[in-house]
């Protein structure tokens, strides 16, 4: 299974970006999919998730600014960005919680991340 992210750059400050995900290979089905980030000296941290179903959740920081979709049949997911704060310049990692049989079990995986740079 690949996930690959796209939409990170530079931007000003109060600007928006949209982060993308996809994920392809061997997949039965995906439950979860989410984005961290990480900035530099620091751990990596949850930014949004969102279930199968579109049930959502957000990091404090981001409540209001950011929201998070996916579009199941393409196994993708999406993270709008707006108002965007020199705090949020880090590099962001799309994650999906994949079964790739029926009869397996469900495991993570990751993209390669996505670098995200604002600046005042």
């Known amino acids: 299974v690949q996930l690959v992210e796209s939409g990170g750059g530079l931007v000003q400050a109060g600007g928006s970006l949209r982060l993308s995900c996809a994920a392809s290979g061997t997949i039965f089905s995906i439950n979860v999919m989410g984005w961290y980030h990480q900035a530099p000296g620091k751990q990596r941290e949850l930014v949004a998730r969102i279930t199968r179903s579109g049930n959502t959740n957000y990091a404090d920081s981001v409540k209001g600014r950011f929201t998070i979709s996916r579009d199941n049949a393409k196994n993708t997911v999406y993270l709008q960005m707006n108002s965007l704060k020199v705090d949020d310049t880090a590099v962001y990692y799309c994650?999906?919680?994949?079964?790739?049989?029926?009869?397996?079990?469900?495991?993570?995986?990751w993209g390669q991340g996505t670098q995200v740079t604002v600046s005042s």
């Open positions: 994650y999906a919680d994949v079964k790739r049989w029926s009869g397996s079990s469900w495991n993570n995986y």
